[in-house]
């Protein structure tokens, strides 16, 4: 199965058309910390569109995923110092250690002032960029280099930092003035060691960008090779930039590229390897990322152009990979070097945003895009602070159903001749190896679930008025972008809340994963919503050739700018009936049964299935997402499910029957064998 970029939150780019080979070790749970997985895929390609011959699939190298402290299933290690460390930083990653004196010859000195930080449209997801703004960093000094394996070395030497994990698919990893691949604990830890710290967002930024936010760390210039060092033509991935010519195909000495240096000396801020930041900073107008998540800033070697703007950033959650995260170290001015350089924010939104420099060969979206509207934001109850001009039972319903969604329902019957029934059994989910992240995907297990209906179609605009109308739910928010946002033939965009509401409104209740998927995917774990076929326009509405973004598939014609109607795409039905369990929108769903870390809290919800906005990567029909605040709501909607018995809305019976395998073996895909078992 595929294997693409992580892209946090909701990952834009990359599709194939060839089949994926798959192998690695299933990873196990430990009492302390996740196990190793090493996986290794076949290319996905960066193209979507529909796939019209088998092609032999290429065994891919591995790829490293590892528990956040760097070291591996402590029943396999050394029992000696290394356990022993491990055992002694979990809870204090300063503990026992003695730091060197730091050298500022070997960094460079950024002086205080006010800069401009982020940019006005997020790139690729909603936490892309930090939100365009201003603010006041104090003086500060940051590595002039990525600290390589030779300086990692050291601290491993002197027994003050775990060692890094064998990295077999990046052979440069163990150079000594390649950088060091580690994670975002081992780095922190480094640089404690090195008498120095993380740097924070602003300052890494600050660094990149100069004080006027320039575009790239270099300067206005479209990036070429002579720049960066990204997924060229020597890089084995499908999305490689075959014109691009960096002469390394994974990481590069840290003191390359000396054109894409920023004007004060700092070297590779954008490409070779994406670097760790302090996580928790507080950024106006935007969420902290969640408990367990780290930042990563700059592009890499696995990168593509777009993610060498100097504004861009991605929020990483475990398992986290380790064959492109590196890091540099900083310090405060001043007598204390590990203070807090906080940013003292000057301006909420920056008072110019720099002008985006051409960039090649890289697609941007249409100039009559209307990039603000570009990303539609809601509190996760649909509506947001009420104002003077809000409707007053608007307002009283906001406020009641913050601490109780089912406050004052009138609920209907719900209407079986617009839902199929799925009757008990057992059937397969997930799959061994995620695609992009290992959030992507449940573990490949299989589960009894008992009989339940589920909608034929996503909820219409029609359908979720009747609610609105009745006073009910929360009217769904003005979409700009979506031009048939209203249309009562179409589905209705609305957030995880609303759709929650409206379906115990309408007598039900959101499916859990495990039924959505039990519906998608039939009772023997078919790969797409329809069966086995590739995809091809006729199935499935995905980001096309009318879609206005970079990423777009122009040999993909679909029809369809962005959603279509709930009923549509006849071909890519169900054998049961289902309409449009693959494409469309994404589909929000109960985690009632989380098979998956950070699956659960406050501010996580899971949504399931591709959308219009997405790339063929997303048909399969074992394709999930973690979703954290602010929720975008322009591709997501929801289909309402309900238990057999007598109370519609119980919860129904569920349990792991085969638990997740351990032989790293990818499934046979196949056509359903009998439609029999559906009513």
């Known amino acids: 199965m595929p294997t693409c970029a992580v892209k946090t939150g909701a990952a834009r780019f990359g599709s194939r058309r060839v089949l994926r080979l798959w192998r690695g070790l299933q990873f196990g749970v430990g009492a302390l910390m996740a196990s190793m997985i090493v996986w290794s895929t076949a290319a996905c390609n960066r193209t979507p569109g529909p796939a019209t011959e088998e092609v032999v699939p290429t065994p891919m190298p591995e790829l490293v995923v590892t528990e956040v402290y760097g070291l591996a299933n402590a029943d396999e290690q050394d029992t000696g110092w290394a356990g022993e460390l491990f055992e002694r930083i979990k809870d204090d990653i300063g503990a026992g250690l003695s730091p060197k004196d730091f050298d500022k010859s070997t960094m460079i000195a950024v002086p205080a002032g006010d800069a401009v930080y982020g940019c006005a449209a997020p790139p690729r997801d909603p936490h892309g960029c930090m939100p365009l703004h201003n603010a006041k960093l104090g003086p500060f000094l940051i590595d002039a280099t990525e600290v390589t394996a030779g300086e990692y070395q050291e601290c491993v030497d002197a027994h003050e930092c775990l060692p890094r994990l064998p990295n077999p698919h990046v052979k440069e990893s163990d150079t000594p003035n390649y950088p060091a691949l580690v994670t975002y604990k081992q780095a922190e830890r480094y640089c404690r060691w090195a008498g120095k710290r993380l740097p924070s967002e602003h300052e890494w930024e600050r660094a990149a960008r100069g004080p006027d936010g320039r575009h790239y760390p270099w300067g206005e210039e479209a990036p070429d090779s002579k720049h960066a060092n990204i997924c060229d033509k020597d890089c084995e991935f499908d999305w490689a930039d075959k014109s691009w010519n960096d002469g390394y195909p994974h990481t590069a000495p840290v003191r390359s590229f000396a054109p894409g240096n920023t004007p004060e000396g700092a070297w590779q801020m954008a490409g070779n390897v994406k670097e760790w930041v302090r996580s928790g900073e507080f950024v106006p107008n935007m969420e902290p990322a969640p408990p367990g998540a780290y930042v990563a800033r700059g592009a890499s070697w696995y990168s593509d152009q777009p993610e060498l703007e100097a504004f861009y950033r991605q929020e990483w959650v475990p398992g986290i990979r380790l064959d492109d995260k590196g890091f540099r170290c900083a310090v405060t001015e001043g007598s204390d070097p590990l203070a807090s350089n906080g940013a003292l924010v000057t301006q909420k939104t920056a008072t110019s945003a720099p002008e985006s420099p051409p960039t090649g060969e890289e697609k941007k979206p249409p100039a009559s895009v209307d990039k603000a509207a570009l990303d539609t934001r809601a509190n996760v109850f649909g509506l947001p602070e009420p104002t003077p001009q809000t409707p007053p039972w608007q307002v009283d319903l906001y406020e009641h159903i913050k601490d109780d969604i089912d406050w004052n329902l009138a609920k209907k019957a719900p209407d079986e001749s617009e839902m199929v029934k799925f009757s008990a059994g057992e059937a397969t989910f997930g799959f061994a190896f995620p695609p992009r992240d290992i959030e992507n995907c449940l573990p490949d297990h299989k589960a009894y679930l008992g009989a339940f209906w589920i909608d034929k179609t996503e909820v219409t605009n029609a359908e979720y008025k009747k609610c609105v109308d009745e006073q009910q739910c929360l009217p769904v928010l003005p979409n700009p972008h979506i031009h048939n946002y209203e249309d009562p033939a179409y589905p209705a965009l609305m957030t995880y809340k609303q759709a929650e509401r409206y379906c115990r409104w309408a007598g039900k209740r959101l499916p859990t994963e ?130 057999v018995g007598d109370d519609p809305q119980a919860a129904a019976e569920f349990r792991v029957t085969v638990e997740p395998s351990a032989t790293g073996e990818a499934p046979e895909y196949a056509e359903p064998a009998a439609k029999a078992t559906e009513e």
């Open 514 to 643: 495990h039924e959505w998927e039990r519906a998608a995917r039939g009772t023997d774990g078919r790969r797409y919503a329809w069966g086995k076929e590739p995809p091809t326009p006729k199935r499935a509405n995905i980001c096309g050739a009318e879609c206005d973004f970079a990423w777009h598939d122009m040999e993909w014609d679909d029809g369809e700018p962005h959603m279509g109607p709930a009923v549509s795409f006849a071909s890519g039905r169900t054998p049961e009936g289902l309409w449009h369990m693959s494409d469309n929108l994404k589909e929000w769903v109960e985690t009632a049964h989380p098979m998956r870390e950070g699956d659960t809290g406050e501010y996580h919800y899971i949504a399931r299935g591709a959308s219009w906005y997405s790339d063929a990567q997303e048909l399969d029909a074992f394709y999930r997402q973690v979703w954290i605040p602010g929720v975008r709501i322009d591709d997501k909607g929801v289909r309402c499910a309900a238990t």
